[in-house]
């Protein structure tokens, strides 16, 4: 026979108050609730406000691109991996692409790594001013989502204008990058890849995001109830992060130095002199205020990037149906969520054999289980928006 | 006035059905007008442009577009619930603003009635409408109505407390409970009680916010939280009774703040006769100065944990309050 603990701590609770007889509830968080971005449904065990057990159900988006990508061609790729974070379409595509190039050998050329790396840092940017915009929303706050919209329309207009889509730019080509008005004449597209003036609106774009992280930095970090609200909250230690295989702004905010920007060689990130952010003790006021920062190391990469951008080709020579030799590589990346990586076997078809793609939500919000734990209800929201998740990033 | 006219408002039917009548047109008018307010005022903050097509210029009838919008939307009720507490709720949340009206002196004669408990028959009736929301929470039959409501009957008990204990202080200082003899003893007086009562006045509207339930004490709402808290399973006029009273509550609570430490209808160097007809125009302006600090304060702060609000209520509100009596009375004995 086997005894149910529950009944028997039922039990036990019983015989203290006969009266007043009491039943832990189940509540169920999603997958249709205002902070689960998206469809997150997370089964809560609560004794009043205090949660006990939390056991996040995902599944929700599942959409097959992993399996998808086996039956279509690597430029139609492209297209799938934008959709997988889409709050940074963009910066989804470089692992991707990268990995292809590796298994061909292919050299890119300089212009078109620097346009990618510029892009890459503004769907950086893009992303995270979304999380600075949700979660004071998702503290009560209303008013900073606007202050911090704003500021990406910039961005995405900027981001818009190279690639012609705000969301799913499909810009990268095997070999390079597609230029802007590449279905335009033909002189138009010798003369400039990128549309004109788009260095000089870049950096008035730059110094008005800088103006608005220290508002946003002003607006929020000093405010009385976001620090009550926040810090102390949801503490993750770094070990146990490592542990869980935490990437991103929520590794560094555990103050591990850890950026594949520094490590690895995807982008000609080490030409460039930018610092990595981390935080000291793990909590939510610490994943906010890294990400805030990263904006502006974000913003130092971009100013550098457009002052020393080389002139030259933007795709180098690739046949006409392009096949990948045989092999298999794993490519990762700095995605604005943390580690992406595609590892990517080839038959040598038209098409990847296998594709596997590790993504930074997926492995982020493992932790949930654990740090929830005995927190309060209102601070489930609190960690779960401090760990910035999107529900594509996480289904697939 | 011909003598007929005189005599028909003497008649205590007559005058009573016009009483009735006016409180029942100036709930929904004040909430549409708070509400329009709110509205523009938070898009003001936002670099929005807020309601705009409706009715023509500013988008004036947004809120009466609204209301109709409510009333033609299906009458839910989730089949679990309690039927008759469910459907009693939004009533009794109404009819706690609807009473509060009574007491609020509006101009030397323009009162409904003048109590002589009225400072004690207004907040016993304010937390009415919290019982109201409670029972909402409880017969919604859904667990997020059911934290919400729980968590407005912590806040009712965490704060009716320093709301009574703000309001002793002007009590003290006028030697009535009467809110017209508050109003006439602040006349006698030549300063409004905000001079001697800043403590007062300030915990009365932090208990007040609370009391209210907005931002940022919103947490029998927390929309992020629990999607929309006790308003949860609530729609159609049922949702808008809440909405309607919450805008009116906030007005009746400012009215009630205005008449006990602003001066009421009173300002300083009008004359007695001007204040006969300028009286609610002087008091609907102080109130509204005080409902825009709290559409301020919503669109501004974000929100406190339920933990962190009973905290407040009895590690520094509670304290303040007593202090304040002790003060207030040290100094009547004084003066």
Known sequence: MTIDSDAVRHLSEASVSVELQTEDMTLNIGPQHPSTHGVLRLVARVDGERCFDVHPVIGYMHRGYEKLSEVRTYPQITTIVNRIDWVS????????????????????????????????????????????????????????????????????????????????????????????????????????????????????????????????????????????????????????????????????????????????????????????????????????????????????????????????????????????????????????????????????????????????????????????????????????????FVLGDVDR | MPSWVTDLFSNFWVSLTGKLLLVALLIPLVGMVIGFAEMKLSAKMQYRVGPYFAGGRWGWAQLIADGVKFFQKEDIIPTDADRPVFKTAPMLVLVGTVALFVVIPFGPNLIFRDLDVAVFYALAISSLSTIGILMAGWSSANKYSLIGGLRAAGQLIAYELPLVLAVVGAVILAGTMSLQGIVQAQIEAGYPYIVLQVIGFGVFMVAALAELSRIPFDMPIAESELVMGYLTEYSGFRFLFFFLAEFANMFTLSAIAATLFLGGYWLPGVPDDVLEFAGPIILIAKTFLLVFAMIWFRWTFPRFREDQLQRIAWVWLVPLAIFNIIATALLKVIL
Request: glycine content about 8%; aromatic content about 8%; some cysteine.
């Open chain 1, 89 to 388: 379409g963009y910066a989804n595509e470089i692992p991707f692409i990268t990995a292809a190039e590796k298994l061909m050998g292919l050299e890119v050329p300089e212009r078109a790594q620097y346009i990618r790396l510029i892009l890459t840092e503004m769907a950086r940017i893009a992303s995270h001013l979304i999380f600075n915009a949700s979660y004071p929303l998702e503290l009560g706050a209303a008013t900073p989502l606007f202050f911090a919209l704003r500021e990406r329309e910039r961005v995405l207009d900027l981001l818009e204008s190279v690639t012609g889509g705000r969301f799913h730019p499909n810009f990268n080509r095997i070999g390079g990058v597609k230029p802007a008005y590449a279905s335009g004449s033909t002189t138009r597209k010798l003369l400039q890849d990128l549309p004109a003036g788009f260095f000089a609106e870049t950096r008035v774009a730059m110094d008005k995001v800088l103006e608005a992280v220290d508002e946003l930095d002003a607006l929020v970090a000093d405010n009385e109830i976001i620090v009550a609200r926040t810090k102390g909250v949801g503490v993750l230690p770094p070990e146990v992060a490592v542990a869980y295989g935490v990437s991103g702004p929520n590794l560094r905010a555990s103050g591990v130095a850890f950026d594949l920007r520094k490590t690895e060689d995807y982008l000609p990130y080490d030409r460039f002199d930018f610092d990595v952010i981390t935080g000291e003790n793990g909590d939510c006021w610490d994943r906010w205020h890294v990400r805030l920062l990263e904006i502006k190391e974000s913003v130092k990469i971009i100013r550098q990037a457009i002052d020393t951008i080389p002139s030259g080709d933007l795709q180098a020579k690739v046949p006409k149906v392009i096949k990948v030799p045989k092999g298999e590589t794993y490519v990762r990346a700095e995605n604005p969520k943390g580690e992406m990586g595609y590892y990517l076997v080839s038959d040598g078809g038209q098409g990847p054999y296998r594709l596997k793609i590790r993504s930074a939500s997926f492995s982020n919000i493992s932790i949930l289980p654990w740090i929830l734990e005995g927190i309060l209800v209102p601070d489930i929201i609190a960690v779960m928006g401090s760990l910035d």
